[in-house]
């Protein structure tokens, strides 16, 4: 089955510490879409990326990297420069924005 | 800019009760349309979509949702709500090019059910 994975389900850091999100899709989608979520905050975007090698900043990239050098994989970093990391990370691929979005299952960083 | 406006942050309803979940959105031209449900701890599932036509748009788990361009709105209807449809529901309208035509979310609205 065609799908989007997240990896891991829970993460736990250290403070000051640089943590890298898996994602990986086997859809054959195109973009690829970062988001952070926070309780009543919604959907805030970090990174996009459209195209193998090429990738955007959202509304919150400060703090995170990413890179996309295969087609299937959009890790995320989450560098001690972000501020208050602790939060649920969601992978989102898509074909064109028209057909929507697919979701992974999320992974959900905490830093003590 | 395009936006999406969810005004009920909480709703309530009684199990077997009817739902609307409400969306306002502004964009100037026909808008792709879509709504997600999201069980906690979880990713956003693709509940239906409205791309033209017929302006009622059926959905899974029993769910619908209704075009209506004069009023900018795109509700999310459900005659009978189980137990397991507590969870939260997000809007979603494709933006425009100056925008990447990349997906914009309303803020959610949280469904709780009681039985």
């Known amino acids: 089955d065609g799908g989007i994975t997240q990896s891991p389900k829970y993460l736990f850091r250290k403070e000051g510490q640089n943590v890298t999100l898996s994602c990986e899709q086997n859809?054959?989608?195109?973009?690829m879409y970062w988001y952070r979520q926070d309780p009543g905050q919604g959907l805030r975007l970090i990174y996009y990326?459209?195209?193998?090698?090429?990738?955007q900043k959202g509304d919150i990239a400060e703090g995170y990297s990413v890179s996309r050098e295969k087609k299937e994989s959009f890790p995320l970093t989450v560098t001690s420069a972000q501020k208050n990391p602790t939060a649920f990370y969601l992978c989102a691929s898509g074909r064109t924005s028209n057909y929507g979005y697919t979701f992974g299952s999320g992974t959900r960083l905490t830093v003590v | 800019a395009q936006s999406v406006t969810q005004p009920d942050i909480h709703i309530t309803v009684s199990e077997g009760a009817s739902l609307e979940l409400r969306c306002n959105y502004s964009y100037g031209a026909t808008p792709y349309l879509f709504w997600y449900v999201q069980s906690p701890g979880q990713g956003l599932q693709l509940l239906l979509k409205?791309?033209?036509?017929?302006?009622l748009v059926q959905g899974i788990k029993g769910f619908e949702a209704e075009f209506k361009r004069s009023q900018s709105s795109f509700n999310l209807r459900k005659p009978s709500v189980h137990w397991s449809d507590a969870a939260e529901y997000f809007c979603a309208v494709v933006g425009t090019m100056e925008y990447g035509n990349k997906l914009v979310f309303g803020a959610g609205t949280i469904l709780r059910v009681k039985s």
């Open positions: 859809l054959n989608h195109d973009a």
């Open positions: 409205y791309f033209s036509g017929d302006t």
């Open positions: 990326s459209q195209i193998v090698n090429d990738f």
